[in-house]
């Protein structure tokens, strides 16, 4: 069973950096496509970033440039947030999709909330 766990949210003025963690246990990530994604109240959710097999990243235009996605061993993948604006508030998610297949899993989201 794959599991994937969130952590590292929480409250932050703007123009500060957080630093989210995805876990996963029951696998190992390395062969999947991890993407983080978040939605605010009222919003759909939507993708923030995402990191390949290859290890290659894409971003969203509205965090390129201060969000940074990384592998952090083969059970991690992190974001990076630096220069936060109010705007990033949401709950982030993480999620986790074999390479070539269709099925996916997702984490249960960590809250960001940046004041301004």
């Known amino acids: 069973q794959v599991q994937l766990v969130e952590s590292g949210g929480g409250l932050v003025q703007a123009g500060g950096s957080l630093r989210l963690s995805c876990a996963a246990s029951?696998?190992?990530?390395?062969?999947?496509?991890v993407g983080w994604y978040r939605q605010a109240p009222g919003n759909e959710r939507e993708w923030v970033g995402s990191?390949?097999?290859?290890?290659?990243t894409q971003y969203a235009d509205s965090v390129k440039g201060r969000f940074t996605i990384s592998r952090d061993g083969p059970r991690k993948v992190s974001l990076q947030m630096n220069t936060l604006k109010p705007e990033d508030t949401a709950v982030y998610y993480c999620?986790?999709?074999?390479?070539?297949?269709?099925?996916?899993?997702w984490g249960q989201g960590t809250q960001v909330t940046v004041s301004r």
């Open positions: 999620n986790a999709r074999p390479g070539g297949q269709s099925r996916e899993y």
């Open positions: 990191i390949v097999e290859s290890g290659s």
């Open positions: 029951g696998t190992t990530l390395s062969r999947y496509v």
